[in-house]
């Protein structure tokens, strides 16, 4: 379960399944994925209070969705009818703006320029673990550099980091002013697992619908008719291992990510950080 720029989000974690059981309310600030785009996840805001220009971020982030559509149209083809991950990173593309003219040349140019789809697994500060996805034409030269980045922030490439995460469904909707309480409900009669609350990178309020990917479509559809606007659907690596870490840890993982996201090479992010409010 996006997701990539760096996406400063302030996420409350709502297990579904917790909360039937038990109806008080278990919250978690936390960052995951990414979309370089935090996926998904997402990244803690304020844990850092590291300031980048708008301008440069958005360019960024563009950059990052022309990877998505590179690594789209090499494994499903140019046709989004045909191509459903193409179809959900065009949609994401036209609610973040991105220029048609950007989209229509990463579609043309995806099987003429050189690259190759590699996803790294690490571990960070307080044992959390990363999923770093890159888009190379240089494979040497991309695992040296994101291992130089992992040592010189506290971490290291590991084997067995995918354990900790499921490849699920997640539907994005604008947040209009509904409580975590009402999110909680519109998670269950909308039949998803998992509501999480993030900012995006211009700081506005998303939910984010956890969901099995053959439920997705069902999911979206069921949120649309409570009236719920949604923004996009799409697969996402969700962590079902939390780890919880320090300030100091944090702050450790948050330049960590800051990091990773500089490097050209990176896509999405996705991590299982955690922390208690």
């Known amino acids: 379960m996006l997701g990539d720029m760096i996406l400063r989000a302030f996420r409350l974690t709502v297990r579904v399944s917790a909360v039937v059981q038990c109806p008080a309310l278990h919250s978690h600030r ?13 990244k803690w805001s304020k844990v850092k209070d590291i300031k980048i220009p708008k301008d440069a971020a958005r360019s960024r982030m563009i950059v990052k969705y022309t990877m998505m559509i590179r690594i789209a149209v090499r494994e499903g083809g140019p046709n989004p009818e045909f191509n459903v991950a193409l179809a959900q990173v065009l949609e994401q593309c036209r609610n973040k703006n991105v220029p048609k003219a950007t989209v229509e040349g990463a579609i043309k140019g995806a099987k003429s320029k050189p690259g190759v789809q590699y996803v790294y697994e690490a571990a960070g500060p307080g044992g959390c673990t990363l999923l770093i996805e890159v888009l190379t034409d240089n494979n040497t030269r991309s695992h040296q550099e994101i291992k130089r980045i992992l040592m010189k922030h506290g971490g290291a490439l590991c084997e067995g980091a995918r354990r900790n995460f499921d490849r699920k469904g997640v539907v994005a909707a604008s947040r209009d002013g509904i409580s975590s309480e009402r999110a909680l ?19 506005r309020p998303i939910l984010q619908f956890i969901c099995d990917i053959a439920s997705m479509k069902a999911v979206r559809s069921a949120l649309e008719s409570l009236g719920v606007p949604t923004l996009s659907s799409g697969l996402e690596f969700v962590s079902h291992t939390p780890s919880l870490l320090t300030q100091a840890q944090l702050e450790t993982a948050s330049s960590l990510l800051e990091a990773l996201s500089d490097c050209p090479d990176v896509v999405r992010v996705w991590d299982n950080i955690h922390t208690q409010t």
Not at 30 to 42: I, Q, T
Request: no cysteine.
């Open 185 to 203: 409900e519109l998670a269950i009669e909308a039949g998803a697992e998992d509501v999480q609350e993030i900012e995006d990178e211009e700081e």
């Open 30 to 42: 936390a960052l995951h994925s990414s979309s370089a785009l935090w996926a998904g996840h997402n």
